[in-house]
Structures are given as structure tokens and as C-alpha cells.
């Protein structure tokens, strides 16, 4: 439907944001998440179609006549995929921040302008 | 003053391309192409009930392999950056918790485990699957992290298991290229009946292999940020 | 009905989203990074997806958060606590 696929552009838009403009290393890593969440939220959107129901074909459902009662199977795949390497690469981008932080003891991104080869 | 203007131009032109796209788009009204074939096809193919298993286990299995190495890779690095580099032997400056919540949580975290594993071995019947389980086990290893003061786990044991998993994985995956049709094919095991707990050839055994890998990689991952 | 609940919660994901950026405090602003994973995780139940919202409750709202406080209390200067 339009109306979450606009909510999820617009959570896209406010990580971006959140993204350039602040200088602590953890909040940009929760602005990046939050880009994240936004996009996964709009690929599941894409698949939905008014009326259906989830794809599990248990009797409710039947299994003759499923092709015209469930929603589309194939972006849920996707994002379930999304959200796990999701998890897996903030927690590796948090132990760089750790490491960082144990260095310098600062969490500002622009103390760290020395360390370019 | 710059950088606050170009992060706002940026930001401007990301809506202006996202509302086009919003104009632009029709809500579907019916499946078609690869999804249609799969909703079709699936139960007399492979036999799963929940269809985003049967896509994510067989019909898209590689691209499973690539995110547990993935996450493989995540935990792995985690490990390396905040490996300790001499032994800081600082006091114990933890108070236990109090008796109510030690009693509680030694009352919930069997049935957190055990939900976890009943969540991993009916991905094939009803929504769930081996990341939810195996991120459940890890809550439930959680929750005992942060309320013993001494827990630890034993690392030998989580790498051991973590690493057989993986390669069974692996295995299962060169059995099906062997014994059926294809890398990961499912069909090696014979489908059973549709709907009973041991059906759907290997699925419940591939989901549980992914299962535990995740669960253990998720423990080491919040033990590893855990240590001081 | 399902027109109201997904502009309920949409505007609560925007605000929270808002918030997460905007506070000071960090574990505030982490604690919010997981409302919005929360209030994602009943959107995909209200759009027919109930496989990835076990998924985004278990993973994005209970363990990411967690992993977000703990960095955090790793990154704070550690006082002398004489407890």
C-alpha cells in the first residue's frame, strides 16, 4: 500500500539525515540502523496485496487455490535475510567504535582526522 | 554552516527522487513471475507448509550460506577487536542481584531455551525458522549475562559447536548435490506427510543446524562486548 | 481499520525516529533506536508477514538494542566507584 511504503521513504530520509549531520560515532551507527529498518519496511510493502493473507499454506488456506489467496513470498525471503546481516554488521561496526574510543577516549568522528594513511 | 547545507541539499534531493518513485507506483494486484511458481509448485515439490521457509532453505539456499558466513564473519571480527590483551585481574566489583530475580531467572531460562528449539524445529509449519529460534536461545543467554555476576560460557564448547554446525550445514548441502538433485535440494529424505513434524525431506534438519549456528554466534557476539 | 493502525504506528516510527537523533542522552537515544524497531515489528504483522516479525522482535527490538548498550557502557569514562 502507498500509505507505508511514504512512512518508510520518510524513515529512509530522517537516518540519512541523522546519518550527515551528527559527530558521535554511536548515534551515527543508530541512524544507519534506522535506514535499515526503513528499508526493509518498504521492500515487505512492495509484496502486499489488499485482502490476502500470510503464506503459510496450512488448511486455512488450502493448497489448490493458494495462488489467488496469499501475498508475495519472495521479499519476505529477502528481508529476513536483510535483518540478520543487519544485526551482524552493527555489532561489528560497534566493536570499531570501542576500539577507537580505547585509543583516544573521544567519540567525536572529527577527533580522529590523523589516522589517514 | 557548509556541511549543514549540503547534508540538507542531499537529504532534499533523497525526497525528491523517493516521492517520484512514490508517484510512480502501482500496488500490485495479483502474483506473477517467480512468486506465482513458487505458491504454486512448493507443496507438491518440497512439502513445507510455511512457503518463506521452503524459499529461504532450498529455493534461495545459497544466498543462506552467504549470510551465516556473514554472520560468521561478524562474530569472528567482533571476537578480534575486543580480545583482551593482557589479563586485568580487577575485583569482583559486581553485586549479585537480588534473590527474586535470581529465582525468577533460573525458573525462566530452561523454558526460554526450550522455546527457542521448539521455534527452530517448526519452521517448516508455522512462522519461524532458525534465526528466530536461534535468536531466542541468545536472549535467553542474555538474560543469564546480565543476572549472574560470574556467568561465563565455555568458549571451547561454543566454538566447537558453532563451527559443527556450520560445516553439517555444509554437508547436508553436498548430500543433496550427491543423493538428489542439487546443491541443498531437500528432496534426499523422503517428503512425508503434509503438515506431520518429520516431513519436508531435510528442512527441519538444515534449520536446525542454521539455528544453532546463530544461537551460538549471537552468545559469543554479546559475551565478547560483555567482557571488561 | 487496518488504514488507522498503519498510520498510527507509522507516526509513532517517524517520532521515535525523530527522537533517536535529537536526544542527548545516548542510552535514551538507543532505548528509541528499539521503540522503532518495535513498533516495525507490528507492521509486519499487519501486512501479512508474521515469519519477519518474529524476526525483527527477536533480532532489531531485544539483541541490537542490547548490543547498542553495551557499547554504549563501554564508551562512557569509567568513574572510580567506591561502592
Not at chain 1, 24 to 42: A, F, H
Not at chain 2, 33 to 52: H, S
Not at chain 2, 92 to 98: D, L, V
Not at chain 2, 181 to 195: E, M
Request: net charge positive.
Amino acid at each position: 500500500m502507498i500509505l507505508i511504503l511514504g512512512f518508510a521513504f520518510v524513515l529512509m530520509a530522517i537516518g540519512f539525515w541523522g546519518l550527515l549531520t551528527r559527530r558521535n560515532m554511536i548515534k551515527m551507527v543508530i541512524s544507519l540502523s534506522i535506514v535499515d529498518t526503513g528499508l526493509e519496511i518498504g521492500m515487505i510493502s512492495i509484496g502486499y496485496i489488499k485482502g490476502r493473507t500470510a503464506p503459510i499454506l496450512d488448511s486455512a488456506v488450502g493448497i489448490a487455490q493458494a495462488v489467488h489467496k496469499v501475498v508475495d513470498p519472495v521479499p519476505q525471503a529477502l528481508v529476513l535475510t536483510a535483518i540478520v546481516i543487519g544485526v551482524a554488521v552493527n555489532a561489528l561496526m560497534l566493536a570499531f567504535v570501542i576500539n577507537l574510543y580505547q585509543k583516544k577516549k573521544s567519540l567525536d568522528i572529527s577527533d580522529y582526522r590523523d589516522m589517514k594513511w | 554552516m557548509i556541511k549543514r547545507a549540503f547534508a540538507f541539499v542531499v537529504v532534499a534531493l533523497l525526497l525528491v527522487i523517493f516521492f517520484k518513485m512514490l508517484m510512480l507506483w502501482q500496488p500490485h494486484t495479483d502474483l506473477s513471475g517467480v512468486a506465482r511458481e513458487y505458491v504454486a509448485k512448493e507443496p507438491n515439490q518440497l512439502g513445507a507448509v510455511n512457503v518463506v521457509t521452503a524459499i529461504v532453505v532450498t529455493y534461495r539456499g545459497l544466498d543462506t550460506l552467504g549470510e551465516v558466513s556473514v554472520l560468521f564473519l561478524a562474530a569472528t571480527g567482533v571476537a578480534l577487536l575486543l580480545r583482551r590483551r593482557e589479563k586485568k585481574e580487577k575485583g569482583m566489583k559486581r553485586r549479585p542481584a537480588s534473590e527474586f530475580l535470581n529465582t525468577g531467572t533460573n525458573l525462566l531460562i530452561p523454558f526460554i531455551v526450550m522455546f527457542g528449539a521448539y521455534i527452530f524445529l517448526n519452521g517448516h509449519l508455522s512462522p519461524g525458522g532458525g534465526f528466530q529460534g536461534g535468536a531466542v536461545v541468545a536472549s535467553g543467554i542474555l538474560l543469564s549475562l546480565l543476572v549472574f555476576p560470574r556467568f561465563s560460557l565455555n568458549h571451547a564448547l561454543m566454538n566447537w559447536l558453532e563451527s559443527l554446525a556450520g560445516a553439517s550445514y555444509v554437508v547436508v548441502g553436498i548430500l543433496g548435490l550427491v543423493l538428489a538433485a542439487g546443491f541443498l535440494d531437500n528432496r534426499f529424505l523422503p517428503l512425508g506427510q503434509y503438515g506431520a513434524l518429520l516431513s519436508a525431506g531435510a528442512i527441519p534438519i538444515i534449520y536446525t543446524f542454521i539455528g544453532l549456528k546463530v544461537g551460538t554466534e549471537l552468545s559469543g557476539i554479546l559475551e565478547n562486548l560483555k567482557e571488561e | 481499520m487496518n488504514e488507522v493502525l498503519i498510520i498510527l504506528l507509522g507516526v509513532g516510527m517517524v517520532v521515535a525516529a525523530i527522537a533517536a537523533i535529537y536526544f542527548k542522552n545516548l542510552v535514551a537515544a538507543a532505548v528509541a533506536g528499539g521503540i522503532v524497531s518495535l513498533f516495525a515489528s507490528v507492521v509486519y504483522l499487519v501486512l501479512a508477514a508474521p515469519d519477519v516479525a518474529m524476526t525483527e522482535a527477536a533480532i532489531g527490538a531485544g539483541l541490537s538494542t542490547a548490543i547498542f548498550l553495551y557499547a554504549i557502557k563501554k564508551t562512557r569514562e569509567q568513574e572510580v566507584e567506591n561502592d
